[in-house]
T-cell receptor, first 117, second 110 residues
């Protein structure tokens, strides 16, 4: 069974702390995504990556950075956590080869619920 | 800018009824549309993917249709069960940017 695994289901951090959210997929997918999900706002794309060492900003990248050193791993980094980053974070991957392909199917991890105090 | 809307935001129906969930999008030039299910506090599970060239897809009691010209998709659930209670989201793919609706929260009454 193919999987996207997010290392932490629940995290509690303090304002100003550096936070790492890890995501690993075992499907050899090229593309990986980080979303956050908030009540009333739905899913919003933070960053995505089409290949190793490649990253693209999504709709709300401010306050976040990402790292993709290996194909299977996509990390989301909060350099200095703030209370407005309290949210559910969802990682996803897809086999999309590049722009124009219509065959991508997003597979999501179970989510990481982050609380920043 | 592509916008995806799901109405209603919440729906309660008695067990055993057939039901339809709606998804509308503003830009008809999409590559595909995907329906997901999300249980409380969990990630999203893919239910059905419809390519832009397709009109519908079926999986068990679920049937999803796509009408690109009118910017609409429906998810039909037959013979609903309490286990179908969840939030259902649709997502459209255009230029590799995947835009989600905010979902319909479905409650099946036993």
């Amino acid at each position: 069974d193919v999987k996207v695994t997010q290392s932490s289901r629940y995290l509690v951090k303090r304002t100003g702390e550096k936070v790492f959210l890890e995501c690993v997929q075992d499907m050899d997918h090229e593309n990986m995504f980080w979303y956050r999900q908030d009540p009333g706002l739905g899913l919003r794309l933070i960053y995505f990556s089409y290949d190793v060492k490649m990253k693209e900003k999504g709709d709300i990248p401010e306050g976040y950075s990402v790292s993709r050193e290996k194909k299977e791993r996509f990390s989301l980094i909060l350099e200095s956590a703030s209370t407005n980053q309290t949210s559910m974070y969802l990682c996803a991957s897809s086999p999309l080869q590049g722009p124009g392909s219509g065959a991508n199917v997003l597979t999501f991890g179970a989510g990481s619920r982050l609380t920043v105090l | 800018k592509q916008e995806v809307t799901q109405i209603p935001a919440a729906l309660s129906v008695p067990e055993g009824e057939n039901l339809v969930l709606n998804c509308s999008f503003t830009d008809s030039a999409i590559y595909n549309l995907q329906w997901f299910r999300q249980d409380p506090g969990k990630g999203l599970t893919s239910l059905l993917l419809i390519q832009s060239s397709q009109r519908e897809q079926t999986s068990g009691r679920l049937n999803a249709s796509l009408d690109k010209s009118s910017g609409r998709s429906t998810l039909y659930i037959a013979a609903s069960q309490p286990g179908d209670s969840a939030t259902y989201l649709c997502a459209v793919n255009r230029d590799d940017k995947i835009i989600f609706g905010k979902g319909t929260r479905l409650h099946i009454l036993p």
